[in-house]
């Protein structure tokens, strides 16, 4: 509005923002989260917050037609009508005959996060060892003196020592991006993950039955078997970490590491979970339905040279936020 003295003036308009909390279920259709959203009466764009808050747990690409999901989310509306979601309080995933996973916001300025029932969290991007419980038995180093050729020889990865045979699992959920016989590496198999990075695993014995270029894999899902192909000595599992096309050492991912909760947070965090339980509880889950799996993405054809990722001791061998949402919030 113009003034008496001919300037504009302005006043401060009440938008109503507020904060709701919303619960309810879902049933993933095998193809859209959002649409499956969407179908169960939940505005679009949960998508987001649902990521952070199982970030390191599970990733969405691991979720399967027919899996059902309780949530927990708050709500911003302007001037009562939706506007986004802030962030997810708890949530329950439900996959067939597997126990549920429930995941809690704990609110806190210094130990606070999204952690299991537990009390739980894992570090940033919730790497895993690809054999669990196998000792390192050589670590990354880039200028690692080799000691028969007397010269620098990079040793591009961490080295696990396992007997033929055992079971490889990939480090994280991703594509496969190469399978293959790949020189000093022998038997191949590479990983792309989100946020530029890539994995490798070298020497394997032989390759998981049907994996192909393209295929999405889940978190230790198994890609290969340990074995001694190519450029080795014995056998052990080669593993390598590509960040944006660059060698990084694989320990620095905090490999199985996870966030636990310290004692004096338990009480607390106990009743928050108590809390989110019986309202997880008290929402209705979708009827289970047979339901066919998503096609899978038919991905790219191999590269025709892939790096060299092994390169052991001796030559020969046998060929994710949005704001934290608060701990409550209003009903």
Same mark, same amino acid.
């Given at each position: 509005a113009t003034g008496d003295d001919g300037y504009l003036k302005g006043k401060k308009l009440d938008l109503h923002v507020a904060r709701n909390q919303v619960r309810r279920a879902l049933r993933y259709d095998g193809k859209s989260l959002n649409q499956s959203a969407v179908a169960a009466g939940f505005d679009p764009g949960i998508d987001g917050v649902l990521a952070k808050a199982l970030s390191g747990h599970m990733t969405l690409s691991e979720l399967e037609a027919g899996d059902r999901l309780r949530l927990i989310l708050q709500e911003v509306t302007v001037l009562g009508e939706f506007s986004r979601y802030a962030g997810v309080e708890a949530v329950e995933v439900v996959r067939g005959n597997d126990k549920p996973l429930r995941i809690y916001y704990y609110n806190h300025p210094t130990e606070g996060g999204y952690f299991d029932g537990t009390g739980r969290a894992p570090y940033e991007g919730g790497w895993r060892k690809p054999i669990p419980g196998a000792p390192v038995t050589s670590k990354f180093n880039m200028t690692r003196m080799h000691p028969v050729l007397k010269r620098v020889v990079p040793? !591009?990865?961490?080295?696990? &020592?396992?007997? *033929?045979?055992?079971?490889?699992?990939?480090?994280?959920?991703? /594509? $496969?991006?190469?399978?293959?016989?790949?020189?000093?590496?022998?038997?191949?198999?590479?990983?792309?993950?989100?946020?530029?990075?890539?994995?490798?695993?070298?020497?394997?014995?032989?390759?998981?039955?049907?994996?192909?270029?393209?295929?999405?894999?889940?978190?230790?899902?198994?890609?290969?078997?340990?074995?001694?192909?190519?450029?080795?000595?014995?056998?052990?599992?080669?593993? !390598?970490?590509?960040?944006? &096309?660059?060698? *990084?050492?694989?320990?620095?991912?905090?490999?199985?590491?996870? /966030? $636990?909760?310290?004692?004096?947070?338990?009480?607390?965090?106990?009743?928050?979970?108590?809390?989110?339980?019986?309202?997880l509880d008290a929402i209705p889950l979708p009827e289970v339905t047979a339901s066919a799996p998503a096609a899978p993405d038919a991905g790219d054809p191999a590269r025709d040279e892939p790096d060299v990722e092994g390169d052991d001791e001796l030559p020969g061998g046998s060929a994710p936020p949005a704001a934290a949402p608060a701990a409550t919030a209003a009903t």
């Open positions: 040793h !591009t990865g961490t080295d696990f &020592g396992a007997p *033929i045979g055992v079971p490889i699992g990939a480090s994280a959920p991703g /594509r $496969v991006s190469f399978i293959g016989y790949a020189g000093p590496s022998g038997n191949l198999v590479k990983v792309e993950h989100p946020g530029g990075y890539e994995t490798g695993y070298a020497h394997l014995s032989r390759f998981a039955e049907g994996l192909k270029v393209g295929d999405q894999v889940k978190r230790m899902q198994v890609v290969g078997y340990c074995g001694s192909t190519g450029r080795s000595t014995g056998p052990h599992l080669h593993f !390598t970490v590509k960040k944006d &096309g660059k060698f *990084i050492d694989p320990e620095s991912l905090n490999l199985d590491g996870m /966030r $636990v909760l310290p004692p004096s947070h338990r009480e607390t965090f106990g009743e928050v979970k108590r809390k989110y339980d019986e309202l």
